[in-house]
């Protein structure tokens, strides 16, 4: 495994450029699958997931590939089978959007179920329902969904719980089905709209995304196009985090302050300083954070994953926050911020955190990506040296943290192991080149 060593203690100053969101890359890059011709993606990170998506989509006969300019095209002429291979699947939750796009595409669609993951159970029922509503038949075989549909069909469709995945993925069913579809307690969040936007830019008719009701009119085809994605709340929040936490002054650079707004405020509670402009946001910490209670809640409320980040900051914070996770289940890296000398106990989904003055360093573990982010910005602010395994993990979803860090002053080395050094070096330079 690969591992970043930390060694605490210094506040981050200087200027640090957000990428683009993987959450609104991973879907929009299955969009453009589900047209003629070739789009052209700007903004997308080159992080795991990203390359991992791709990997399936070529797999299954898309062109895709990054430019010396950064630019990701994707030609999807040649998209013409219909089963994911398990290998790449398993590795992400996300893949499931290929179901959407090959019902969409192809009208059959055979995808390993994913299965659950760090976060707990996470089921894709919805999904499923959802497919199942547009006229679709489901089975479950040998751990595949096999989904077919002669012709999807336009409905109302009641989500049962706001859900990023369902509606991103019934959006991809739905924007070339017959007539209109409906899609009730629609998830809102800004990766949801830009998704709405990238699809109507290729003619799609998607009214109504950021609110709870979606109102899709099929149309014959789409176009592929040029699109630049927004840029990723939740790697800038981890880095406002960052700042907060080191007691540094940094300058956040391609950002939406709109995406930001519950973490800004929460962060503003503890007692950081932000300065908005456009496109940039300032944070500045001039003392120790002070404890604040918060929940998790879909946007426009405190993203779950920011859950993470934020508890290692009140790890340190003066006094107690009690802080709920409500969407999934998310607190076994408390044992590891434990280890650095945390004071947190965990009540089923809350979370009770005694601020203590120091964390010190220790070897600890990522156990999912924004936990690896979480001990990343923990071991910032301990005292001594802090040895981070399953680094891989973080690398799943921010693009260069280490090296961003190491831009703002941090002492942060990584030493990569050799599975880790093939990994990077195959999907870096296999996604320089055409297949
Ligand atoms: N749920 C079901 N059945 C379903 C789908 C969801 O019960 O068929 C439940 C989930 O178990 C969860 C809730 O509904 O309790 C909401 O899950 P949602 O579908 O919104 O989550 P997701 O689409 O699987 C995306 C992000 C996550 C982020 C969540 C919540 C992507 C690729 N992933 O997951 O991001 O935490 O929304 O905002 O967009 C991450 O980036 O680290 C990450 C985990």
């Keep these: 495994m690969a591992k970043l060593i930390v060694r605490g203690g210094t506040p981050l100053k200087g200027k640090v450029r957000i990428s683009g969101a993987k959450n609104s890359a991973l879907p929009i890059i299955v969009a453009a699958c589900l047209a003629e011709g070739e789009s052209v993606l700007e903004n997308i990170p080159r992080d795991i997931d990203v390359y991992t998506i791709s990997m399936i989509l070529r ?16 030609i999807p002429d040649g998209l013409e089978k219909h089963q994911a291979s398990y290998d790449l699947v398993r590795r992400m939750r996300a893949s499931f959007y290929v179901a959407g796009l090959l019902l969409a595409r192809l009208g059959k669609a055979e995808v390993p179920l994913p299965g659950g993951c760090a976060l707990g159970s996470r089921p894709v029922d919805y999904h499923l329902k959802g497919f199942q509503a547009l006229g679709a038949t489901i089975n479950i075989e ?13 409905t109302k469709i009641y989500i049962n719980r706001s859900s990023v995945g369902t509606t991103m993925n019934l959006m991809l069913a739905a924007a070339q089905a017959q007539g209109t579809t409906l899609l009730e307690n629609a998830a809102k969040e800004p990766e949801i709209v830009d998704l709405a936007i990238y699809l109507n830019s290729m ?48 300058v956040l650079d391609n950002v939406v302050p709109e995406h930001l707004r519950s973490t800004i405020l929460k962060c503003a509670e503890a007692g950081l300083e932000i300065e908005e402009g456009p496109n940039e946001i300032r944070v500045c910490a001039n003392k120790r954070p002070v404890a604040v209670d918060l929940e ?24 107690t926050s009690v802080i709920r996770e409500t969407i999934f289940d998310r607190f076994r890296y408390v044992d590891e911020l434990r280890r650095m000398g945390a004071d947190i106990k965990v009540d089923r989904d809350t979370a009770i955190i005694r601020g203590v003055e120091e964390l010190t360093g220790a070897p600890v573990e990522a156990t999912d990506l924004r936990a690896g982010a979480a001990l990343v910005l923990a071991a910032l602010s301990a005292k001594g040296e802090t040895e981070i395994s399953g680094v891989e993990l973080v690398d799943r979803g921010y693009e260069h943290l280490d090296e961003k860090l190491r831009q703002l002053g941090a002492h942060v080395t990584r030493i990569a192991d050799q599975e880790d050094d093939d990994l990077t070096k195959h999907l870096t330079t296999s996604f320089l080149e055409r297949c």
């Design 142 to 154: 040998h751990g595949y969904v096999k989904a077919e549909a002669k012709e999807l069909v336009g």
């Design 59 to 74: 797999e299954l006969g898309a062109d895709i590939w990054f430019d010396e300019a950064d630019r990701l095209h994707v």
């Design 203 to 250: 003619g799609a008719r998607i009214r109504g995304a950021g609110t709870d009701v979606i109102r899709i009119d099929g149309v014959e085809g789409l176009k592929g196009t040029e699109y630049s994605i927004i840029s990723d709340r939740i790697e800038a929040g981890t880095f406002m985090v960052a700042c907060g936490i080191t007691g540094g002054d940094v």
């Design 296 to 319: 998790t809640a879909p946007y426009p409320g405190f993203a779950t994953d920011m859950q993470q980040p934020f508890v290692a900051m009140m790890a340190v914070a003066e006094g």
